[in-house]
């Protein structure tokens, strides 16, 4: 991938790049040159080589009354995007604060405690991962028909940063999955991942969506079409815990089966 593509994708804008490009390979450079190597004007110059000090990425010093511009060390790049990250935490945790100072009165909008069935679709890698995320609010275990190789291709980079999520959360999977190599290999961590696992000995007996079942709770993915469907209602999801048991304890008293890994 090009230089300039990359700097793209970080963020920065077209001025910003070309001024950066500019100069690199220059010592002691002044925004006149640099306006002449990149065709921006001198004013503008000066104002995007601010905002390439204030990233860390450009250092100016000043000589015989003349200011002078040079590249930082090229590893200042890769600061910059750790700045870039912990202002970003800062600045959700903070929008965190503020939105739970609000929450009594958002609750006192919304329909706390009416029982009427709630159905959600979520559509896009996005919309999966938000879907995903609140299984994070399970009360202490949730029951899966999942399998892991399909898990983790439709959502690369979730896993398996969730896992670890889901432990200091306090939650226990308890996982019916297919036999295949990836997910046999992830069930080695259960004990650390805090899951339970069945796997089907027949490899025939396989599928690629996942459906966890938790709190009042149906969620139902589609890995390969990218959707996903959560139910929310009591009824259906105290039933699809019974028959969810009743299959648990089935399948655990069938020999072939592999109970734990």
């Not at 995007?81 to 945790?93: C, M, N, P, Q, W």
């Not at 966890?212 to 209602?233: C, G």
Request: glycine letters at 4%.
């Amino acid at each position: 991938m090009q230089l300039k593509q990359v700097l793209e994708k970080m963020g920065f804008t077209p001025k910003e790049i070309m001024v950066y490009v500019s100069l690199l390979g220059k010592d002691n450079i002044t925004a006149t040159e640099v306006g002449v190597i990149s065709g921006i004007n001198r004013t503008s110059c000066y104002d995007i080589l601010e905002s390439l000090i204030a990233k860390g990425l450009v250092s100016k010093t000043l000589k015989n009354k003349r200011t002078y511009f040079n590249v930082s060390n090229p590893k200042a790049l890769v600061g910059y995007l750790d700045r870039e990250k912990e202002e970003a935490y800062s600045k959700i945790e903070k929008q965190k604060e503020m939105i739970n100072l609000v929450m009594p009165e958002i609750m006192s909008f919304s329909r706390v405690g009416v029982t009427k069935p709630k159905v959600q679709y979520f559509e896009g890698e996005k919309g999966m991962r938000e879907a995903y995320e609140d299984t994070l609010t399970a009360e202490n275990i949730y029951y899966a028909y999942a399998n892991i190789e399909t898990m983790h291709e439709g959502l690369p980079n979730l896993f398996p940063d969730y896992y670890k999520r889901r432990v200091k959360a306090g939650i226990v999977a308890r996982g019916i999955f297919p036999n295949n190599k990836e997910t046999v290999e992830r069930l080695r961590h259960n004990y650390e991942e805090k899951r339970e696992s069945i796997i089907f000995g027949d490899q025939s007996l396989t599928f690629s969506p996942e459906v966890i079942i938790y709190n009042n709770k149906m969620l139902m993915i589609s890995w390969k079409e990218k959707i996903a469907i959560m139910i929310e209602s009591k009824e259906l999801a105290d039933l699809q815990k019974l028959i969810y048991e009743q299959l648990w304890k089935s399948l655990k008293s069938d020999p072939k089966n592999i109970i734990s890994v």
